[in-house]
């Protein structure tokens, strides 16, 4: 019989649980002028992890959300979300899968203003169809963690922008999604309820091992995050890792913008964190 021994790589190889791959992607616009948005991107997302998307007005991070959110497929390569190939879905199984496995928070705060914030957050619940007590639960589980509890009764337009945010973020995880893609939550924020709505989601990472993959032009942001992705011209260009103080990976993050480049007024929101 052998003896199979396990090196520390193979253990580490084995512990690792891809909740996204995306093998060599290239996406190309095809239209007067075809364009290469994205050129062989290969990464992998872990279960769990934190990771913003950094580069470039341009770069290609938009495009990158989109295939992501299976709104669009790529060109070449494959991109397996949840051990699913949405590509290979018909348009039925998307929605569903979309549905159940993924949750969204975007820079423009898209809450229903004729709905409370109570109705707003169960609004996903009620696709599925979900009987009314586990509905009432789930709300209110929501509530407490988001620190929405006093608010459930009012209307989008007697919010503050944060509480806005943090609605729309009780909203797009309130249907247990495996994977919250978020696509620049903080930019509209002030600083106050940026760092309000940042250690909201590095909450939820740490607490319910909730995997959240965010764009963001802003180190800050970034900052707060497990790994920082950056691409430059749709290619990877590089990332780098926190393993130390949240201060110290700011400036790590703010040495790897500078070496990229692209126009200041990308990363203009630089303030101290
Ligand atoms: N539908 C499209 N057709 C043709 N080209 C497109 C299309 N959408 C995006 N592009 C081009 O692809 C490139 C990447 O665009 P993308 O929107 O992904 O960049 P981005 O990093 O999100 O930029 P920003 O930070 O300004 O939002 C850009 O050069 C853009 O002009």
Known sequence: MHNHKINNHQINNQMRKPIVEMKDVTKIYEGKV??????????????????????PSGSGKTTLLNLLMATDIPTYGKIVIGGVEPETLGQNEIAL????????????I???QMLTVEENLVLPLTLDGLPVREMKSRVQDMAQKLNLEDILERRPD?????????????RALIHQPNIVLADEPTGNLDSKSAKDVLE??????????????????DPIAASYCDRVLFIK???????IYKDERRQTFFQRI????????G??????????P
């Open 254 to 261: 703010l040495n790897v913008l500078s070496l990229l480049g």
């Open 263 to 272: 126009n200041v007024h990308d990363f203009s929101s630089v303030r101290l």
């Open 34 to 55: 075809m364009h290469r948005a994205l050129k062989q991107l290969d990464f992998d997302v872990e279960e769990g992890e934190f990771v913003a998307i950094m580069g």
């Open 233 to 239: 011209d749709g290619e990877f260009f590089n990332e």
């Open 158 to 170: 007697e919010l503050s922008g944060g509480q806005a945010q943090r609605t729309a973020i009780g």
């Open 200 to 217: 909201l989601l590095e909450n939820i990472n740490t607490h319910e091992r909730t995997t959240i993959i965010m764009v963001t032009h």
């Open 110 to 112: 898209n809450l229903l």
């Open 97 to 108: 899968f979309r549905r159940r496995q993924i949750g969204f928070v975007f820079q423009e």
